[in-house]
């Protein structure tokens, strides 16, 4: 019988407890999870404007029915504006931006689209043809995170929500401690971010939701949504982390959320120097350094907000 109701009548097994429920109570439980993560890390303040960083695909399209469900269900008081990246992959992003376009539609909000083109004069198609598959992911991650600041910036939007996943901060945390990057290990499973220094606040409403269970909400919500995964992703050093959550999940379902709140617990000694956020010389973004990676990676001095914005406009309205 469901755990929630008492209902015979169970549709699944909740991968994330392992507890058997019924559809209509596995789409309220969700939504009143990702709510209760909402206001227990205090993401959202009336009159808050937050750009939905929005792909097209299963954890973005969830994410922005969800807060617009809880939005007006518990009156968060903040406006929501769309907010995507056109990293110039053919036959994926130019196909996941169709579906952006329909949830633009759908919810009657705002859409503004950056490309990889506008703001840094290459796709990521031209960068693999010119300098082959070798970090591409990386490179192509860099210029995303920046992306979003940027039109973050360009909107005026005071917060970011992103939607990644709890399987998505585990693959990160295990990754920051693979790589012995000490700086990132503390933050990496945090809800929420900061601002500051040419870098927007993040938020991650769907921090403890299972990667399973956000596509078995889209599924029994009847959510359409790009399921094409990106060519260059396999060559991504995540997705070997990724093999093995998968594995590590399926002998315990609760190791996903014990990285996380590892993750939360790990503190760096005060004897261990913190990398200092600074500005970017060229393009007075975020940056570790004088020169923030988008620069060094495209070997170019990037144009302003002012300078994209006539374009980025006009790509937001072009549908």
């Given at each position: 019988?469901?755990?929630?109701?008492?209902?015979?009548?169970?549709?699944?097994?909740?991968?994330?407890?392992?507890?058997?429920?019924?559809?209509?109570?596995?789409?309220?439980?969700?939504?009143?999870?990702?709510?209760?993560?909402?206001?227990?890390?205090?993401?959202?303040?009336?009159?808050?404007?937050?750009?939905?960083?929005?792909?097209?695909?299963?954890?973005?399209?969830?994410?922005?029915?969800?807060?617009?469900?809880?939005?007006?269900?518990?009156k968060y008081g903040?406006?929501?504006?769309?907010?995507?990246?056109?990293?110039g992959i053919c036959?994926y992003r130019d196909?996941?931006?169709?579906?952006?376009?329909?949830?633009?539609?759908?919810?009657?909000?705002?859409?503004?689209?950056?490309?990889?083109?506008?703001?840094?004069?290459?796709?990521?198609?031209?960068?693999?043809?010119?300098?082959?598959?070798?970090?591409?992911?990386?490179?192509?991650?860099?210029?995303?995170?920046?992306?979003?600041?940027?039109?973050?910036?360009?909107?005026?939007?005071?917060?970011?929500?992103?939607?990644?996943?709890?399987?998505?901060?585990?693959?990160?945390?295990?990754?920051?401690?693979?790589?012995?990057?000490?700086?990132?290990?503390?933050?990496?499973?945090?809800?929420?971010?900061?601002?500051?220094?040419?870098?927007?606040?993040?938020?991650?409403?769907?921090?403890?939701?299972?990667?399973?269970?956000?596509?078995?909400?889209?599924?029994?919500?009847?959510?359409?949504?790009?399921?094409?995964?990106?060519?260059?992703?396999?060559?991504?050093?995540?997705?070997?982390?990724?093999?093995?959550?998968?594995?590590?999940?399926?002998?315990?379902?609760?190791?996903?959320?014990?990285?996380?709140?590892?993750?939360?617990?790990?503190?760096?000694?005060?004897?261990?120097?913190?990398?200092?956020?600074?500005?970017?010389?060229?393009?007075?973004?975020?940056?570790?350094?004088?020169?923030?990676?988008?620069?060094?990676?495209?070997?170019?001095?990037?144009?302003?907000?002012?300078?994209?914005?006539?374009?980025?406009?006009?790509?937001?309205?072009?549908?």
């Amino acid at each position: 019988v469901c755990y929630v109701c008492g209902s015979s009548k169970v549709a699944i097994k909740r991968p994330k407890n392992g507890k058997a429920i019924c559809t209509p109570c596995f789409l309220t439980t969700f939504e009143e999870e990702i709510h209760q993560t909402i206001t227990s890390w205090k993401m959202f303040s009336p009159g808050d404007l937050v750009a939905v960083a929005v792909s097209g695909g299963k954890d973005s399209t969830v994410l922005l029915h969800v807060l617009h469900l809880l939005n007006a269900k518990y009156k968060y008081g903040v406006i929501l504006h769309l907010l995507s990246v056109d990293e110039g992959i053919c036959g994926y992003r130019d196909k996941s931006l169709e579906t952006v376009y329909k949830n633009k539609e759908q919810y009657k909000l705002p859409l503004t689209i950056l490309s990889f083109k506008d703001l840094y004069g290459y796709t990521v198609d031209e960068i693999v043809k010119t300098h082959g598959m070798a970090n591409c992911c990386t490179h192509c991650g860099v210029l995303r995170r920046q992306a979003f600041d940027r039109g973050a910036s360009l909107i005026k939007a005071n917060k970011v929500a992103t939607g990644h996943n709890a399987d998505d901060i585990a693959e990160t945390v295990l990754m920051n401690m693979l790589r012995g990057d000490v700086n990132r290990i503390e933050k990496a499973a945090l809800a929420t971010t900061k601002g500051g220094a040419g870098m927007s606040a993040r938020c991650r409403p769907l921090i403890y939701a299972y990667e399973k269970e956000i596509g078995l909400y889209a599924h029994y919500n009847k959510r359409r949504y790009f399921s094409t995964e990106c060519s260059y992703n396999p060559m991504a050093f995540m997705g070997n982390l990724r093999g093995l959550i998968k594995d590590l999940e399926r002998v315990n379902s609760t190791c996903i959320q014990n990285i996380i709140h590892s993750g939360n617990q790990l503190a760096l000694k005060q004897k261990v120097k913190k990398s200092t956020k600074l500005i970017c010389s060229k393009c007075g973004f975020a940056s570790s350094n004088k020169l923030c990676k988008a620069v060094s990676y495209t070997h170019l001095t990037l144009p302003t907000n002012r300078e994209v914005q006539s374009s980025v406009v006009a790509v937001s309205l072009k549908k």
